[in-house]
């Protein structure tokens, strides 16, 4: 049975059924609520259970928290076009996207949770992620695209050295600009590794 017919045989839930499901679902409520906590949040209005500064925490999940869930949703539908393999989805997905929830709840009551225990849940999902994208394009026998691992690990060190930073100093500087400037170069690796036209796209994201 070739990937497509056995794409189509997916009987699971239809939320994990394909990685741009959950990761965009979530990637844009999260940053609506980023975006509708900050303002109350920066004039003291209101207070979060959280170890970061209410700027260090805005800058924290708008950066390691809602962009690496875009930048998920995006990978989990390309690299099935780029190795032929079958996507990540189902029980595997689902891990994936509750690992993604438990780092933002941990980050969000960190006041009540270890420095180290937080840091170790927050972290967990971009390495699950590095991992799962790894063993695909590898298997995969798709050399070329490797080179997209490259930005995951930027942003897994710089999430990495934020909490260091914020742990020690009491805020993030150096993990911040690791995480915007280099992650950012590193993002627009070039059009043949990244760039998916709609027709690629399109037989993961219908349905």
């Not at 056995?6 to 980023?34: E, N, Q, T």
């Not at 780029?82 to 960190?110: C, D, E, K, N, Y």
């Not at 997209?148 to 993990?175: I, K, M, S, Y």
């Amino acid at each position: 049975m070739d990937a497509p017919s056995r794409r189509r045989g997916y009987s699971g839930p239809a939320f994990l059924s394909g990685g741009f499901r959950p990761f965009f679902l979530f990637g844009a409520i999260y940053a609506a609520l980023i975006g509708g906590l900050w303002l109350p949040l920066y004039d003291g209005e209101i207070a979060l259970p959280t170890r970061f500064s209410p700027l260090d925490w805005h800058t924290h999940e708008m950066l390691f928290g809602m962009l690496p869930a875009v930048i998920s949703g995006f990978l989990l539908t390309a690299i099935p076009n780029w190795t032929g393999r079958l996507p990540i989805q189902g029980t595997r997905l689902g891990i994936l996207f509750a690992a993604w929830i438990a780092g933002r709840v941990a980050v969000m009551f960190s006041k009540f949770l270890p420095v180290w225990g937080v840091a170790l849940i927050d972290l967990l999902f971009l390495m699950l992620l590095v991992a799962a994208a790894a063993r695909e394009i590898i298997a995969g026998k798709n050399w070329r695209n490797l080179r997209v691992l490259a930005p995951l690990g930027v942003f897994l060190l710089a999430n990495a050295t934020f909490h260091a930073e914020a742990a020690r100093f009491g805020t993030a500087d150096f993990g911040k600009r690791l995480g915007v400037d280099p992650a950012a170069d590193n993002l627009a690796v070039d059009e043949d590794a990244v760039a998916i036209e709609d027709d690629e796209v399109g037989p993961h994201a219908q349905g």
